[in-house]
C-alpha cells in the first residue's frame, strides 16, 4: 500500500490483552449465545455458543446454508434471532436497531453511492451520526490514509478498480470507528490475482488499527491465510473453532477433515496387533482399542509415493488418475483389494520427474503422526 500510517494513528482504539481490555475475566469481546434464528419457518441457525476475542480476526466458514451469513446479519441487526442473545463488551445488543449498535459492515457488492465521490462516500456514516465538519474531515483523511487512497479523495466509484472500490468501504466502515467490523464475502467480486493482493491489504490494515473483524467467507485459503481463528458452521451449528492450523491439522470431526482442504477419511476395525486394516489399506493405531471401529484421516500431501511395488510400503496400488494442478500434481491410486487414495505431489521445479501415469503401480506410505483419528468408534464384539 502507497500510504504509511502513523503508529499512533487508532482508529478504534489499541487491542488489549488480559487485564488491559476492561473485559471481565472469561469474557470475549463480542458473546453470542444460544443464538436461533430462521425463514418461514425453516431454522437455519442454532449456535450454542461463541465468543470472539478483543481485536481478533475470526472467519465464519461453512457450505452454502449452513447459516454463516444470517450469523452476520444477526449481529449487525439486519435479521431478528428466534432466540438467545448477542452482547458486544458485556452489553446485549440483541433487540437494538442496527444504528445503534456501533457496528461496521462491509457489504459483498460494496454498496458504495455511485453519485457521490470517494471522499463523500466515506464521509456518510459520519455525517448520519451528526459528526462535526472538522471532526469529519480528519477521520475521513485518516480512512482513506488508512487504505492508500489519499490521491482519489475526489474520484467517483466509476473511476476506481475493484480492488479500489472495496478499499473504500472499508474505509467508510473504518471512519465511524466501530466496536466491530463485520465483512460479507467482501472479496468474492475480485479475480484471483486481485483477492490474494487484497488479503495482504486487508490483514495489514486490521493489525494495524486492532479493529476486531468478523468475516464471512465460502473460500477455505481465504480463512485459513487471513484469520486469528476460524468457526466452522454445518447445519447451523458449530462444528469447531480453533486456529487455522489447529483447524486443518486437528480437525475435532469427519465433517471438518473433508471440508477443510482434502482428506482421505477410511474406516475399519483395529486388529489385535494394534493395526487398524481400512478395507486393504493398514495403519499402526497404538493408541487405538483393538476389536473396535474407528476413523481416521490422512491428508493427501501426506501421502508418499513411489513408482513401483516396494516391501516397507503402507499399501500398493494403481495409478486411476493424474493432473496438472499448477504447483502440484493430484494422482488417484486405487488401492489394491481395497479404496481410491488421493496423493498430493508437490511440483518442485522444471528438472523434477513427473509422479507416474494412469496404470502405473506404485507403492505409498506416509508417517503415523500424520494420521489424524476422528473416532475411535465402539466395541464390535
Same mark, same amino acid.
Not at 466501530?178 to 465483512?183: D, H, N, Q
Given at each position: 500500500m502507497a500510504a504509511a500510517v502513523e503508529p499512533d494513528l487508532q482508529l478504534t482504539g489499541t487491542p488489549s490483552g488480559s487485564g488491559e481490555s476492561g473485559e471481565p475475566d472469561g469474557a470475549g469481546h463480542v458473546e453470542i449465545e444460544h443464538l436461533t434464528a430462521g425463514y418461514d419457518g425453516a431454522r437455519v441457525l442454532d449456535l450454542e455458543r461463541l465468543s470472539i476475542r478483543r481485536g481478533e480476526f475470526?472467519?465464519?466458514?461453512?457450505p452454502s446454508g449452513c447459516g454463516k451469513t444470517t450469523l452476520l446479519n444477526c449481529v449487525a441487526g439486519f435479521v431478528t434471532p428466534g432466540g438467545g442473545r448477542i452482547l458486544v463488551d458485556g452489553t446485549d445488543i440483541t433487540r437494538l436497531p442496527p444504528y445503534r449498535r456501533e457496528l461496521g459492515m462491509v457489504f459483498q457488492n460494496y454498496a458504495l453511492f455511485p453519485h457521490l465521490t470517494v471522499a463523500d462516500n466515506v464521509a456518510y456514516g459520519l455525517r448520519v451520526r451528526r459528526v462535526g465538519r472538522? /471532526?469529519?474531515? /480528519?477521520r475521513v483523511d485518516e480512512a482513506l490514509s488508512l487504505v492508500g487512497l489519499e490521491a482519489y479523495a475526489g474520484r467517483r466509484p466509476r473511476q476506481l478498480s475493484g480492488g479500489q472500490q472495496q478499499r473504500v468501504a472499508m474505509a467508510r466502515a473504518l471512519a465511524t470507528r466501530?466496536?466491530?467490523?463485520?465483512?460479507d464475502e467482501p472479496l468474492s467480486n475480485?479475480?484471483?490475482k486481485l483477492r490474494r493482493e487484497m488479503r495482504v491489504e486487508l490483514r495489514s490494515i486490521q493489525r494495524r488499527v486492532g479493529t476486531t473483524m468478523v468475516f464471512v467467507t465460502h473460500d477455505q485459503e481465504e480463512a485459513l491465510s487471513l484469520s486469528d481463528r476460524i468457526a466452522v458452521l454445518n447445519g447451523g451449528r458449530l462444528e469447531q473453532l480453533g486456529t487455522p492450523d489447529e483447524i486443518y491439522r486437528?480437525?475435532?470431526?469427519r465433517f471438518v477433515a473433508q471440508f477443510i482442504g482434502a482428506a482421505n477419511v477410511l474406516e475399519g476395525t483395529v486388529r489385535e496387533d494394534a493395526v487398524l486394516d481400512a478395507g486393504g489399506v493398514?495403519?499402526?493405531a497404538p493408541g487405538l482399542v483393538p476389536g473396535r471401529e474407528a476413523v481416521i484421516a490422512i491428508r493427501p500431501e501426506r501421502i508418499?509415493?513411489?513408482?513401483?511395488?516396494?516391501?516397507?510400503?503402507?499399501?500398493t496400488g494403481t495409478?486411476?488418475?493424474?493432473?496438472?494442478?499448477?504447483?502440484?500434481?493430484?494422482?488417484e491410486v486405487r488401492v489394491t483389494g481395497g479404496p481410491t487414495l488421493t496423493v498430493q505431489v508437490a511440483d518442485t521445479g522444471a528438472g523434477s520427474v513427473d509422479p507416474p501415469g494412469a496404470g502405473s503401480t506404485v507403492a505409498l506410505s506416509w508417517d503415523p503422526a500424520d494420521l489424524i483419528v476422528l473416532e475411535s468408534g465402539a466395541d464390535r464384539s
Open positions: 475470526l472467519s465464519i466458514l461453512g472538522t /471532526e469529519r474531515a /480528519e466501530p466496536a466491530v467490523l463485520l465483512l475480485l479475480d484471483a486437528r480437525p475435532a470431526t493398514t495403519f499402526d508418499r509415493l513411489v513408482h513401483g511395488d516396494t516391501a516397507d510400503a503402507g499399501a495409478v486411476a488418475y493424474r493432473a496438472f494442478t499448477g504447483d502440484a500434481w493430484q494422482v
